[in-house]
């Protein structure tokens, strides 16, 4: 495997994400209820999410921007109550100002520095994750998101954008992420190396064919593996 450049996921590679979309949805209901209290009553946070899964799924066009899901939720919410001037661009900063306040898991940062050092590395990601606000974006020398190619993971496509962006072939570059269809799967059918982060210890999923390259409990296995294998 000789490796020349490195993809990697973000939302529960380099951090957990739950923490801190709970935390964006119950910001966000806290201003509806000072704010917008008919919604908030309307809408509270487990209905609100139901919302959001109907617009996922009527939606399909827009399965690779999350953000623009989330903005049509956040109309149709107001609509249904009778307010048609839905302050979306304030609920959004509210919103994203939660979700980009995460917490990385310990081996992150630590890898990332490694990482960079090394090779050229591109965040490759379904979500809408924002690198300059985490603090993160001097990491990488290319960001990828879905909602910006207009295609989502495990489509082969957005990862060989990744690697006409990076100007590295394909079987040249390890993809490194947690999902075992989105990164594994989609990455090994566009011809990159894979490297699953499994952090619980799952064994491989048969039903999804050939298992990753890698399959490695954290992002320091990763750093400790490619300093063995790529002196």
């Known amino acids: 495997m000789r490796i020349l450049a490195i993809t990697i996921d973000l939302d529960d590679t380099l ?12 910001d966000l209901d806290n201003y509806l209820r000072q704010h917008y209290p008919q919604v908030a009553r309307t809408w509270p946070i487990p209905v609100m999410r139901e919302l959001r899964a109907r617009v996922a799924a009527e939606r399909t066009d827009l399965a690779h921007d999350f953000t623009a899901q989330r903005y ?7 609509d249904a109550c009778g307010i048609a001037e839905a302050p979306l661009d304030a609920l959004w900063e509210i919103y994203a100002s939660a979700r980009n306040s995460v917490e990385l898991y310990p081996d992150a ?16 990601t379904n979500g ?16 990828i998101a879905a909602r910006d190619i207009g ?3 495990p489509d082969a496509r957005i990862f060989l ?20 269809e989105l990164d594994v799967v ?10 699953w982060i499994n952090r619980d210890g799952h064994p491989w999923p048969g039903a999804l064919g050939a298992a990753p390259d890698l399959n490695l409990p ?11 294998h790529h002196a």
């Open 151 to 153: 295609l989502a993971k």
């Open 161 to 180: 954008a990744a690697a006409e962006r990076l100007g590295v072939a394909p079987e040249n570059i390890l993809h490194v992420g947690d999902d075992p």
């Open 15 to 26: 951090w957990p994400v739950m923490p801190a979309l709970e935390r964006a949805d119950r």
């Open 109 to 124: 940062l630590p890898a990332l520095e490694r990482l960079r050092a090394q090779w050229p590395v591109a965040s490759l």
């Open 72 to 78: 049509i939720t956040m109309q149709r919410a107001f």
């Open 218 to 228: 954290d992002l320091a296995m990763l750093v400790e593996w490619l300093d063995q």
């Open 186 to 195: 989609g990455a090994r059918e566009a011809g990159l190396r894979t490297a």
């Open 128 to 143: 809408n994750a924002d690198l300059e606000r985490i603090g993160l974006h001097l990491h990488f020398a290319h960001q």
